[in-house]
């Protein structure tokens, strides 16, 4: 049996979201149609970051097992099969214990906004024409690394045991029009980044001061922060694993 990791790309303003779901489409389950479509055989993925309905993605992975030996040339012709919007990157033997999941060192996302009208970027980034103070946004994002506890940021019925999560990158910046806040962490709660981004919205707006965004974070309550952001500005855009799980 091998066990083989499968980096993807995405466009997710189709799709219900990355994982499996019950009457609504999702990457995961197109990627299997295509699996089974091609191999002839059902092979069950397992995940490594579930990103929400409309959420984007340059890198992300799944891992399975299966009996075959899959080359370069699979990997091509899966691709032929894959929707237009799906794209099969790369596929990685792994060690047999390899997980996508709990073997991750961190991921990392960026948000994009931009405030003057273009048809380009409508789809891949939040149109938000109003001033935004980005000495105060870029405060905010240091501010945030600051703290573990990021309670206020997880939106309500999740399965976490705890919301402790080790933020060691957040940072705004500007390109190409583009105001952009890239976070890395060792793993994000559901709905954690567009909480982020919009409660920092509200201070770079100076509907907020920094230090009521520091009383956000430190109420552990979600009802306090923003997640109004729509996914579509949301990208995953890299999870990194340890290099001794590769072979």
């Known amino acids: 049996m091998h066990r083989y990791f499968l980096e993807t790309s995405y466009k997710g303003t189709n799709y219900s979201g990355f994982q499996v779901q019950e009457n609504a489409n999702s990457i995961q389950t ?43 040339k699979d990997l091509y012709r899966l691709n032929a099969i894959l929707p237009k919007d799906i794209i099969a990157k790369n596929i990685i033997a792994v060690k047999p214990d390899a997980h996508c999941r709990f073997d991750a060192l961190s991921r990392e996302y960026q948000y994009f906004i931009y405030r003057s009208k273009d048809p380009f970027k409508a789809d891949r980034a939040w149109f938000y024409p109003y001033h935004l103070d980005l000495n105060i946004l870029e405060e905010a994002a240091t501010i945030i690394k600051s703290y573990n506890d990021f309670t206020s940021f997880s939106k309500r019925n999740t399965q976490v045991k705890n919301f402790i999560c080790s933020i060691d990158y957040s940072e705004w910046t500007m390109k190409d029009n583009c105001m952009i806040y890239t976070v890395r962490s060792n793993r994000f709660l559901r709905g954690m980044v567009k909480g982020l981004v919009g409660t920092m919205i509200k201070a770079g707006r100076k509907l907020i001061t920094l230090d009521q965004f520091k009383n956000i974070i430190e109420a552990k309550d979600c009802t306090k922060a923003n997640f109004t952001p729509p996914a579509h500005g949301l990208f995953l855009v890299a999870v990194d694993y340890p290099k001794n799980i590769f072979l």
């Open 30 to 72: 197109e990627i299997e149609k295509a699996i089974e479509t091609f191999f002839k055989q059902k092979i069950d993925l397992t995940g490594s970051s579930r990103t929400d309905a409309g959420v984007h993605a340059l890198q992300n992975f799944f891992h399975f097992d299966t009996e075959l030996n899959i080359t370069e």
